[in-house]
C-alpha cells in the first residue's frame, strides 16, 4: 500500500496545496525529508518480520535504492544536462521520482526504466498529481536486459551496482544516438572514468570509454545528500559520445577483447601478459580462426590445458579460461611472433595503464598487421559449456 506521508513528504518540492513559500520549502525539504523518511521507511539492513506495518515504504539496498533528496543538487544535474524542450530523456531508476519531476519540466517527454514495481506506481500516481503523467513513460524493466526506445540523452541517479554494464551498454550499444548521458556515479567510479594514462585509477573501464566518449566532472555529492544515507561519497559526470568520425577506425570488439587481454592485470608489462601460455594459446587460436574462418581448436585431452598448468605465471587470472590443443613448436614460434612485435615496437616493457589510446590503436594494429587478433569469446562463450565463466566486465 502507497504511504500516504512518504508520498506527502517526497512531492512537497512541487506541491502546489503546501502553504509555505517554495523558497522556505526548498531550504528546508533536506531536513524534513531526510527526518520523515528516516522514520517511515525501512532499509534491508534494518528489516524484520516483526516490523513491517503496511505504512512502511521499504528501500532495498540490493537495488540501490538511496533517494537523492537534495534539491540543489538535482536542480544542478537538469541544469547542466542541458535539457531542450523539445527532448526525449531516458532515466534509468527513477526511484520515487525527485530527479523525474524536474526532468519532466524541462523535457518534452521522459522514458524511464525502473526495477521495482512499486516505484513505478509511485511514480506514476506522483506524475499525475502533477499533471505530468501525459509526459511521461515508465516500464518495469532490468534496464541492462531492457531495450531502450529513441532518447536524445540520459539523466539518471543510477544505482551503483550496474554501473559498468550500464555504461557500457550506453556507450557501446549499438543503435543509440544520443547527445550526453549525465550520471550520479559513485565517486570511486567516476574517477575511473576520469583517469588519464598514468592515473592510478587508469583502467580498462577508462580507455574503452574514452575511445568513444568525452566525459566531464560536473560535481562531487555528498552521501548525506541521499535517503537513506550509503556508504559512499558520489559524482556526477557528465558523457559525450564521440560523433563516428572522431572515433578512430577500429573494430571495437575487437578493440574491447584486445584491452581486456592488455588490461588483464594493469601493472603487469605487456611483455609479461603476453608471454603467458595461456595468453598465447589463447591469440593463437584465435588467429588461426580469423584466417580459417573456422572452428577454433579446443578441449583436446593431449594438447595443453592451460586451466591445469602448473607453471603459469598468473593462477589466480579468473578470466576466460578455454582449453585448446596445439604443439608445443606452433605455440614458441607463435609467442616469438608475439614478442617480436612487442620488441620492435618498444611496448615489451610499458605497462597498459601508462599507454594513451594513441599507443594502444597503434600496438593493436601491429600485432595485427603480424597475424595477430583479438575476439570476444562472448558468442563462443555462450555456445560452449567448456568454457568457464567468470568473465569480469570492463573493470
Ligand atoms: C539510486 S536509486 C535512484 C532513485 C532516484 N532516481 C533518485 O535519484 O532518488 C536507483 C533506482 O534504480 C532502481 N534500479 C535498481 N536496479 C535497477 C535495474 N537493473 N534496472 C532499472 N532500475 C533499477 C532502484 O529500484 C532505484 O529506484
Given amino acids: 500500500m502507497m504511504n500516504t506521508l512518504l508520498k506527502n513528504q517526497v512531492l512537497s518540492h512541487n506541491n502546489t496545496s503546501r502553504p509555505l513559500p ?23 539492513k534494518h528489516e524484520t518480520k516483526d516490523r513491517q506495518p503496511d505504512n512502511f515504504f521499504r528501500l ?9 533528496t ?45 526495477i521495482d514495481e512499486r516505484m513505478v506506481k509511485f511514480l506514476q500516481e506522483r ?30 541517479n543510477i544505482p551503483y551496482g550496474i554501473s559498468s554494464p ?17 550520471l550520479l556515479l559513485q565517486k570511486e567510479f567516476a574517477r575511473r572514468l576520469l583517469a588519464k594514462p598514468g592515473d592510478s585509477e587508469f583502467n580498462r573501464l577508462a580507455v574503452n570509454v574514452k575511445l568513444v566518449a568525452e566525459v566531464e566532472f560536473v560535481m562531487d555529492v555528498s552521501k548525506r545528500d541521499f535517503v537513506p544515507c550509503p556508504k559512499v561519497d558520489s559524482s556526477v559526470v557528465i558523457i559525450r559520445p564521440k560523433s563516428e568520425n572522431e572515433i578512430p ?33 589463447e591469440l593463437l587460436n584465435l588467429s588461426q580462426m580469423r584466417e580459417s574462418e ?49 620488441k620492435t615496437s618498444g611496448f615489451e616493457d610499458k605497462r597498459p595503464s601508462k599507454l594513451s589510446i594513441e ?21 563462443a562463450e555462450n555456445a560452449d559449456n567448456n568454457t568457464v565463466l567468470n568473465r569480469k566486465d570492463m573493470e
Fill in 166 to 182: 550500464l555504461v557500457t551498454k550506453l556507450v557501446y550499444g549499438e543503435g543509440y544516438n544520443f547527445r550526453s548521458a549525465t
Fill in 359 to 379: 599507443d594502444l590503436l597503434n600496438l593493436l594494429s601491429l600485432l595485427n598487421g603480424a597475424g595477430i587478433y583479438f575476439h570476444d569469446l562472448k558468442g
Fill in 127 to 156: 506524475a499525475s498529481e502533477q499533471g505530468l503523467q501525459h509526459k511521461l513513460s515508465v516500464t518495469r524493466e532490468d534496464a541492462l536486459k531492457a531495450e531502450f526506445p529513441r532518447f536524445d540523452l540520459v539523466v539518471a
Fill in 70 to 114: 537534495n534539491p540543489r543538487v538535482l536542480d544542478t544535474i537538469v541544469r547542466k544536462s542541458a535539457i531542450n524542450p523539445t527532448d526525449t530523456v531516458l532515466e534509468i531508476g527513477p526511484g520515487t521520482g525527485n530527479l523525474t519531476l524536474r526532468l519532466l519540466q524541462a523535457a518534452s517527454k521522459v522514458v524511464a526504466v525502473e
Fill in 294 to 342: 573456422g572452428e577454433c581448436r579446443r578441449g583436446s585431452n593431449d594438447g595443453y590445458d592451460f586451466v591445469k598448468d602448473d607453471n603459469l605465471d598468473d593462477q589466480s587470472d579468473d578470466e576466460d579460461c578455454i582449453a585448446y590443443s596445439y604443439s608445443e613448436t606452433e605455440l614458441t614460434m607463435f609467442k616469438r611472433k608475439i614478442i617480436e612485435v612487442l
Fill in 249 to 281: 577506425s577500429v573494430n571495437l570488439d575487437e578493440w574491447r577483447a584486445f584491452t581486456r587481454s592488455c588490461f588483464n592485470k594493469k601493472n603487469k608489462t605487456l611483455g609479461a601478459t603476453f608471454k603467458q601460455k595461456k595468453r598465447v594459446m
Fill in 22 to 44: 517554495f523558497k522556505f520549502v526548498e531550504l528546508l525539504f533536506p531536513r524534513i525529508l531526510v527526518q520523515q523518511l528516516r522514520t517511515n521507511t525501512l532499509h534491508d
Fill in 60 to 68: 532495498h539496498k540490493s537495488k540501490g535504492q538511496h533517494l537523492l
